[in-house]
């Protein structure tokens, strides 16, 4: 099998449906993912330590639904209704049950905080900005044109997945975050009334 096709040369690409100019607003947006994928397959290489092995069994399986993510968003637009998506309301759920997990164990939140502290969390504070322009892209194109509207839930939940994994990986390293320190004790109360 050859790795060159030479069917893009032209600057077109396929999508499940039809073809469409390599920059289209639906290719740029499940390119997005697929940068996101690599960033969050650095994350994983982060987490060697066995320390780390729930963040990383999370990142692997991260990795295969962001391919999901990916496959929803290459249909084209006359095949949107009539596809097969794999992105589920249960995928999104899930990542929230994640995001909790780690929260309960994350020390409360009072100013914001700076991207970064151990190697690890600096790569998943990496993949939450990623997925945050990927999910501007997403939002993009669906002012344009129908998407699986689960994929945009998923990856919206995912930027927070990343967040309170980055906090967590900080915790496992016993590394503190650094607080952004012009900021105002703005979760302060927030975070007392949820814990009341």
């Known amino acids: 099998m050859n790795l060159y096709t030479r069917t893009g040369d032209e600057g077109m690409t396929s999508l499940k449906g039809g073809r469409v100019p390599k920059d289209h ?10 940068e996101l994928n690599a960033f969050v397959g650095s994350a994983i290489a982060c ?11 999370q990142l692997l399986e991260i990795q295969h639904e962001l391919f999901d993510c990916g496959s929803d968003l290459a249909f084209a637009e006359n095949k949107q209704g009539k596809a097969e998506y794999k992105v589920t309301a249960d995928m999104v759920q899930r990542l929230e049950r994640w995001i909790d997990e780690h929260e309960r164990v994350n020390p409360a939140l009072q100013r ?77 109360r927030k975070v007392k009334e949820q814990h009341d």
């Open 112 to 188: 914001f905080i700076l991207p970064g502290g151990s190697p690890t969390a600096a790569a998943l504070h990496v993949c939450r900005t990623v997925c945050r322009r990927a999910e501007r892209h997403i939002v993009k194109l669906a002012h344009e044109e129908s998407i699986h509207d689960q994929a945009l839930h998923y990856v919206n939940r995912l930027s927070d997945y990343f967040f309170a994994a980055a906090r967590r990986a900080n915790v496992i390293a016993v590394v503190s975050d650094v607080e952004y320190t012009r900021s105002a004790n703005v979760f302060g």
């Open 25 to 34: 607003l639906r290719v740029e947006a499940y390119g997005q993912l697929d």
């Open 47 to 57: 987490c060697a330590d066995g320390s780390y092995g729930l963040l990383r069994e």
